[in-house]
Protein backbone atom coordinates (compact mmCIF):
# COMPACT_ATOMS: atom_id res chain seq x y z
CA UNK A 1 0.00 0.00 0.00
CA UNK A 2 1.22 3.20 -1.03
CA UNK A 3 1.42 5.76 1.98
CA UNK A 4 -1.08 8.63 1.53
CA UNK A 5 -3.56 6.59 0.46
CA UNK A 6 -4.81 4.74 3.19
CA UNK A 7 -8.70 4.58 4.19
CA UNK A 8 -10.93 3.60 6.76
CA UNK A 9 -11.29 0.03 4.35
CA UNK A 10 -7.48 -0.34 4.68
CA UNK A 11 -6.76 -0.12 7.95
CA UNK A 12 -10.04 -1.99 9.02
CA UNK A 13 -8.16 -4.93 6.68
CA UNK A 14 -5.12 -4.51 8.66
CA UNK A 15 -6.12 -4.83 11.88
CA UNK A 16 -9.08 -7.29 10.95
CA UNK A 17 -11.86 -5.46 12.16
CA UNK A 18 -15.09 -3.66 10.40
CA UNK A 19 -14.50 -0.37 8.87
CA UNK A 20 -17.69 1.02 11.16
CA UNK A 21 -15.00 0.28 14.05
CA UNK A 22 -12.50 2.36 12.54
CA UNK A 23 -14.59 4.92 11.84
CA UNK A 24 -15.79 5.08 15.91
CA UNK A 25 -12.28 4.66 16.85
CA UNK A 26 -10.87 7.76 15.01
CA UNK A 27 -13.62 9.99 16.60
CA UNK A 28 -13.51 8.66 20.08
CA UNK A 29 -16.66 7.23 20.34
CA UNK A 30 -17.33 5.32 23.79
CA UNK A 31 -17.90 1.92 23.35
CA UNK A 32 -14.53 1.10 21.59
CA UNK A 33 -11.90 0.11 24.20
CA UNK A 34 -8.71 2.26 24.87
CA UNK A 35 -6.68 -0.56 23.30
CA UNK A 36 -8.67 -0.52 19.80
CA UNK A 37 -8.17 3.65 19.39
CA UNK A 38 -4.73 3.02 20.04
CA UNK A 39 -4.01 0.53 17.27
CA UNK A 40 -6.29 2.16 14.99
CA UNK A 41 -4.99 5.82 15.59
CA UNK A 42 -0.95 4.88 15.56
CA UNK A 43 -2.00 2.88 12.04
CA UNK A 44 -3.68 5.83 10.85
CA UNK A 45 -1.01 7.64 11.66
CA UNK A 46 1.35 5.07 10.21
CA UNK A 47 -0.21 5.03 6.58
CA UNK A 48 -0.80 8.78 6.86
CA UNK A 49 -4.63 8.45 6.59
CA UNK A 50 -6.52 11.66 6.48
CA UNK A 51 -10.17 11.90 5.99
CA UNK A 52 -11.63 12.18 3.00
CA UNK A 53 -12.97 15.75 2.70
CA UNK A 54 -15.57 15.80 -0.22
CA UNK A 55 -17.19 12.90 1.60
CA UNK A 56 -17.57 15.03 5.04
CA UNK A 57 -19.11 17.76 2.91
CA UNK A 58 -21.49 15.71 1.32
CA UNK A 59 -22.41 13.83 4.12
CA UNK A 60 -23.10 17.56 5.52
CA UNK A 61 -23.61 19.31 3.11
CA UNK A 62 -20.99 21.59 4.09
CA UNK A 63 -17.49 22.15 2.64
CA UNK A 64 -15.96 23.32 6.21
CA UNK A 65 -14.79 26.38 4.67
CA UNK A 66 -15.53 30.36 4.48
CA UNK A 67 -14.40 33.03 2.26
CA UNK A 68 -13.05 36.23 3.03
CA UNK A 69 -12.86 38.93 0.92
CA UNK A 70 -10.83 41.72 1.54
CA UNK A 71 -9.62 44.89 -0.32
CA UNK A 72 -5.49 44.74 0.24
CA UNK A 73 -3.54 41.96 1.78
CA UNK A 74 -0.17 43.74 2.70
CA UNK A 75 -3.01 46.46 4.96
CA UNK A 76 -1.52 45.86 8.22
CA UNK A 77 -5.50 46.37 9.65
CA UNK A 78 -6.80 44.00 7.43
CA UNK A 79 -3.63 41.54 8.02
CA UNK A 80 -4.86 41.75 11.96
CA UNK A 81 -8.17 40.65 10.65
CA UNK A 82 -7.23 37.78 9.11
CA UNK A 83 -5.15 36.32 11.48
CA UNK A 84 -8.23 36.92 14.16
CA UNK A 85 -10.64 35.35 11.33
CA UNK A 86 -8.55 31.77 10.98
CA UNK A 87 -7.89 31.51 15.02
CA UNK A 88 -11.97 30.81 15.35
CA UNK A 89 -11.99 29.58 12.26
CA UNK A 90 -9.18 26.62 12.33
CA UNK A 91 -10.61 26.10 16.02
CA UNK A 92 -13.95 24.95 14.98
CA UNK A 93 -12.83 22.71 11.98
CA UNK A 94 -12.69 25.41 9.33
CA UNK A 95 -10.20 26.14 5.96
CA UNK A 96 -10.37 29.89 5.04
CA UNK A 97 -9.96 31.28 1.32
CA UNK A 98 -8.81 34.31 0.84
CA UNK A 99 -9.13 37.03 -2.18
CA UNK A 100 -7.95 40.06 -2.33
CA UNK A 101 -10.01 42.84 -4.72
CA UNK A 102 -6.89 45.44 -4.79
CA UNK A 103 -9.89 47.46 -4.40
CA UNK A 104 -11.38 47.23 -8.08
CA UNK A 105 -14.86 46.05 -8.26
CA UNK A 106 -14.65 43.94 -11.03
CA UNK A 107 -12.27 41.85 -8.80
CA UNK A 108 -14.81 41.74 -6.06
CA UNK A 109 -17.66 40.07 -8.22
CA UNK A 110 -15.16 37.61 -9.48
CA UNK A 111 -14.10 36.99 -6.05
CA UNK A 112 -17.47 36.13 -5.31
CA UNK A 113 -18.52 34.06 -7.95
CA UNK A 114 -15.46 32.23 -7.65
CA UNK A 115 -15.83 31.54 -3.95
CA UNK A 116 -19.61 30.17 -4.70
CA UNK A 117 -18.41 28.23 -7.35
CA UNK A 118 -16.36 26.17 -4.95
CA UNK A 119 -19.61 26.01 -2.36
CA UNK A 120 -17.86 28.02 0.45
CA UNK A 121 -20.07 27.87 3.28
CA UNK A 122 -19.96 31.34 4.35
CA UNK A 123 -18.49 34.34 3.30
CA UNK A 124 -16.79 37.91 5.25
CA UNK A 125 -16.55 40.68 3.39
CA UNK A 126 -14.64 44.41 3.14
CA UNK A 127 -15.82 45.64 -0.09
CA UNK A 128 -13.36 47.70 -2.41
CA UNK A 129 -13.43 51.88 -2.66
CA UNK A 130 -14.61 51.34 -6.30
CA UNK A 131 -18.02 49.84 -4.90
CA UNK A 132 -20.85 51.53 -5.42
CA UNK A 133 -23.41 48.85 -6.57
CA UNK A 134 -24.03 46.30 -3.90
CA UNK A 135 -26.39 44.01 -6.07
CA UNK A 136 -23.92 41.00 -5.94
CA UNK A 137 -24.09 40.65 -2.08
CA UNK A 138 -28.06 41.74 -2.37
CA UNK A 139 -28.56 38.46 -4.40
CA UNK A 140 -26.87 36.57 -1.28
CA UNK A 141 -28.38 38.05 1.14
CA UNK A 142 -31.74 37.44 -0.60
CA UNK A 143 -30.79 33.62 -0.69
CA UNK A 144 -29.70 33.89 2.80
CA UNK A 145 -26.33 33.11 1.89
CA UNK A 146 -24.38 33.49 5.33
CA UNK A 147 -22.38 36.45 4.93
CA UNK A 148 -21.02 39.46 7.30
CA UNK A 149 -19.56 42.20 6.75
CA UNK A 150 -16.55 44.36 8.35
CA UNK A 151 -14.97 47.49 8.59
CA UNK A 152 -17.04 49.14 5.34
CA UNK A 153 -20.65 49.02 6.16
CA UNK A 154 -22.68 48.38 2.91
CA UNK A 155 -25.74 50.59 1.45
CA UNK A 156 -28.06 47.68 2.11
CA UNK A 157 -31.25 46.24 4.49
CA UNK A 158 -30.42 43.33 6.24
CA UNK A 159 -26.68 42.97 6.97
CA UNK A 160 -24.73 42.17 9.59
CA UNK A 161 -21.89 44.53 10.20
CA UNK A 162 -18.93 44.05 12.24
CA UNK A 163 -17.31 47.35 12.39
CA UNK A 164 -15.19 50.33 15.03
CA UNK A 165 -16.39 53.36 16.71
CA UNK A 166 -14.97 55.56 13.54
CA UNK A 167 -16.78 58.68 14.94
CA UNK A 168 -15.50 58.40 18.30
CA UNK A 169 -11.93 57.42 17.52
CA UNK A 170 -12.28 60.75 15.22
CA UNK A 171 -13.36 62.91 17.68
CA UNK A 172 -11.12 61.73 20.40
CA UNK A 173 -8.17 62.10 18.37
CA UNK A 174 -9.40 66.04 17.33
CA UNK A 175 -9.77 66.70 20.81
CA UNK A 176 -6.93 65.80 21.82
CA UNK A 177 -4.91 68.27 19.25
CA UNK A 178 -7.11 70.97 20.63
CA UNK A 179 -6.11 70.25 24.19
CA UNK A 180 -2.38 70.34 22.81
CA UNK A 181 -3.50 74.17 21.85
CA UNK A 182 -3.35 72.90 18.07
CA UNK A 183 -6.39 75.58 17.01
CA UNK A 184 -6.00 75.04 13.04
CA UNK A 185 -6.41 71.46 12.12
CA UNK A 186 -6.78 69.72 8.66
CA UNK A 187 -8.69 66.63 7.48
CA UNK A 188 -7.27 64.52 4.77
CA UNK A 189 -10.26 62.37 4.04
CA UNK A 190 -11.02 59.18 3.03
CA UNK A 191 -13.05 58.24 0.07
CA UNK A 192 -16.25 59.98 0.44
CA UNK A 193 -18.47 56.95 -0.73
CA UNK A 194 -17.48 54.96 2.23
CA UNK A 195 -19.20 55.16 6.09
CA UNK A 196 -16.06 55.02 7.55
CA UNK A 197 -14.77 57.67 5.77
CA UNK A 198 -17.81 60.02 6.59
CA UNK A 199 -17.82 58.48 10.45
CA UNK A 200 -14.45 60.05 10.70
CA UNK A 201 -15.27 63.33 9.19
CA UNK A 202 -18.09 63.85 11.58
CA UNK A 203 -15.85 62.79 14.39
CA UNK A 204 -13.48 65.40 13.21
CA UNK A 205 -16.22 68.52 12.55
CA UNK A 206 -18.13 67.62 15.89
CA UNK A 207 -14.49 67.66 17.88
CA UNK A 208 -14.03 71.13 16.60
CA UNK A 209 -17.60 72.31 17.14
CA UNK A 210 -17.32 71.01 20.58
CA UNK A 211 -14.72 73.25 21.23
CA UNK A 212 -16.05 76.52 19.89
CA UNK A 213 -13.95 76.54 16.71
CA UNK A 214 -15.22 76.69 13.30
CA UNK A 215 -14.16 74.06 10.56
CA UNK A 216 -13.30 75.50 6.82
CA UNK A 217 -14.21 73.49 4.15
CA UNK A 218 -10.96 74.43 2.46
CA UNK A 219 -8.99 71.90 5.30
CA UNK A 220 -10.90 68.77 4.46
CA UNK A 221 -8.82 67.34 2.06
CA UNK A 222 -10.28 64.25 -0.05
CA UNK A 223 -7.22 61.29 -0.07
CA UNK A 224 -9.20 59.35 -2.17
CA UNK A 225 -6.55 56.67 -2.71
CA UNK A 226 -4.74 56.63 0.59
CA UNK A 227 -1.17 56.49 -0.56
CA UNK A 228 1.95 58.24 0.57
CA UNK A 229 2.88 60.16 -2.73
CA UNK A 230 -0.85 61.30 -2.57
CA UNK A 231 -0.67 62.57 0.48
CA UNK A 232 2.53 64.30 0.27
CA UNK A 233 1.43 66.07 -2.61
CA UNK A 234 -1.77 67.74 -1.03
CA UNK A 235 0.31 68.51 2.05
CA UNK A 236 3.05 70.10 0.21
CA UNK A 237 0.04 72.23 -1.95
CA UNK A 238 -1.66 73.30 1.29
CA UNK A 239 1.48 73.96 3.98
CA UNK A 240 4.06 76.08 1.53
CA UNK A 241 1.86 79.49 1.71
CA UNK A 242 3.20 80.06 4.57
CA UNK A 243 0.06 82.53 5.30
CA UNK A 244 -3.03 81.92 7.52
CA UNK A 245 -0.90 78.10 7.74
CA UNK A 246 -2.98 75.49 9.76
CA UNK A 247 -0.84 74.00 12.94
CA UNK A 248 -2.07 70.09 12.59
CA UNK A 249 -3.30 67.32 10.88
CA UNK A 250 -5.82 64.42 12.00
CA UNK A 251 -5.08 61.79 8.37
CA UNK A 252 -8.09 58.94 8.03
CA UNK A 253 -4.95 56.62 7.87
CA UNK A 254 -1.21 56.14 9.06
CA UNK A 255 0.24 55.65 5.37
CA UNK A 256 -1.88 59.32 5.03
CA UNK A 257 0.20 60.53 7.98
CA UNK A 258 3.34 59.37 7.64
CA UNK A 259 3.07 61.03 3.87
CA UNK A 260 1.86 64.59 5.31
CA UNK A 261 4.94 64.25 7.87
CA UNK A 262 7.27 63.54 5.23
CA UNK A 263 5.97 66.46 3.40
CA UNK A 264 6.24 69.03 6.57
CA UNK A 265 9.37 68.10 6.61
CA UNK A 266 10.49 68.78 3.47
CA UNK A 267 9.57 71.95 4.09
CA UNK A 268 11.18 72.48 7.01
CA UNK A 269 8.61 72.10 9.72
CA UNK A 270 8.68 70.21 13.10
CA UNK A 271 6.47 67.84 13.97
CA UNK A 272 4.92 68.77 16.79
CA UNK A 273 6.59 72.20 17.23
CA UNK A 274 5.48 73.59 14.54
CA UNK A 275 2.58 71.30 13.09
CA UNK A 276 1.11 68.23 14.98
CA UNK A 277 -0.16 65.15 13.38
CA UNK A 278 -2.33 62.42 14.20
CA UNK A 279 -2.99 59.47 11.87
CA UNK A 280 -5.61 56.17 12.28
CA UNK A 281 -5.22 52.34 12.66
CA UNK A 282 -2.16 52.00 14.53
CA UNK A 283 0.23 50.50 11.00
CA UNK A 284 3.24 48.22 13.01
CA UNK A 285 5.34 51.19 11.40
CA UNK A 286 3.07 54.40 13.59
CA UNK A 287 5.53 53.61 16.72
CA UNK A 288 8.91 53.42 14.56
CA UNK A 289 9.43 56.81 12.84
CA UNK A 290 10.38 59.87 14.04
CA UNK A 291 8.66 61.07 15.66
CA UNK A 292 6.40 58.45 16.53
CA UNK A 293 2.78 58.84 15.79
CA UNK A 294 -0.12 59.42 17.59
CA UNK A 295 -2.76 57.28 16.33
CA UNK A 296 -6.21 55.59 16.70
CA UNK A 297 -5.59 52.06 17.48
CA UNK A 298 -8.85 49.57 16.11
CA UNK A 299 -8.59 46.25 17.10
CA UNK A 300 -8.60 43.71 14.19
CA UNK A 301 -8.10 40.88 15.73
CA UNK A 302 -11.33 40.96 17.58
CA UNK A 303 -12.89 42.05 14.54
CA UNK A 304 -11.88 38.96 12.72
CA UNK A 305 -12.67 36.63 15.92
CA UNK A 306 -16.19 38.31 16.29
CA UNK A 307 -17.35 38.37 12.16
CA UNK A 308 -16.49 35.04 12.03
CA UNK A 309 -18.15 33.83 15.72
CA UNK A 310 -21.00 35.27 13.94
CA UNK A 311 -20.60 34.03 10.72
CA UNK A 312 -20.42 30.38 11.76
CA UNK A 313 -23.42 31.08 13.96
CA UNK A 314 -25.25 31.84 10.99
CA UNK A 315 -23.97 28.99 9.09
CA UNK A 316 -25.19 26.32 12.04
CA UNK A 317 -28.14 28.10 12.04
CA UNK A 318 -27.87 28.76 15.70
CA UNK A 319 -28.76 31.96 15.07
CA UNK A 320 -30.44 33.74 11.75
CA UNK A 321 -30.21 37.35 10.64
CA UNK A 322 -33.04 39.16 12.43
CA UNK A 323 -32.59 37.71 15.72
CA UNK A 324 -28.72 39.15 15.66
CA UNK A 325 -27.85 43.08 16.01
CA UNK A 326 -27.21 44.82 12.43
CA UNK A 327 -23.89 46.23 13.41
CA UNK A 328 -21.68 45.29 16.31
CA UNK A 329 -19.60 48.71 16.94
CA UNK A 330 -15.76 47.60 18.78
CA UNK A 331 -14.13 50.55 20.75
CA UNK A 332 -10.68 52.36 19.25
CA UNK A 333 -8.29 53.41 21.68
CA UNK A 334 -6.31 56.61 21.26
CA UNK A 335 -2.61 56.16 21.39
CA UNK A 336 -0.12 59.11 22.16
CA UNK A 337 2.44 59.77 21.07
CA UNK A 338 5.31 62.14 20.34
CA UNK A 339 4.00 63.41 16.92
CA UNK A 340 1.47 65.27 18.79
CA UNK A 341 2.18 66.61 22.15
CA UNK A 342 4.13 69.87 22.37
CA UNK A 343 7.22 70.36 23.93
Known amino acids: MKSGQATIKDIARELNVSTSTVS ?29 AVALSLRKSKSFTIGVIIPEVVHFFFSTVISGVEEVAFANGYNVILCQTNEKFSRERSSVETMLSNQID ?61 KKIVHLSGPDNLAISKQRKEGYLDALKDSGIVAKPEWILECP ?23 AIFAHHDIVAAGAMMALKSLGLKIPEDVG ?42 TNMESISQNIVLDTELLIRKSSVKV
Do not use: C
Request: charged share 25%; glycine share 6%; proline share 5%.
Open 277 to 318: VVGFSNWQFSSMIDPPLSTVSQPGFQIGETATKILLDLIHKK
Open 225 to 247: YGTEKESISITTALFKNNENRPD
Open 122 to 182: GVLVSFSRETTNFDHFKKMIDREFPIVFFDRIPDLENTINVTVNDYQGAYNAVKHLIDQGF
Open 24 to 52: RALKDYPGISDETKRKVKELADKLHYRPN
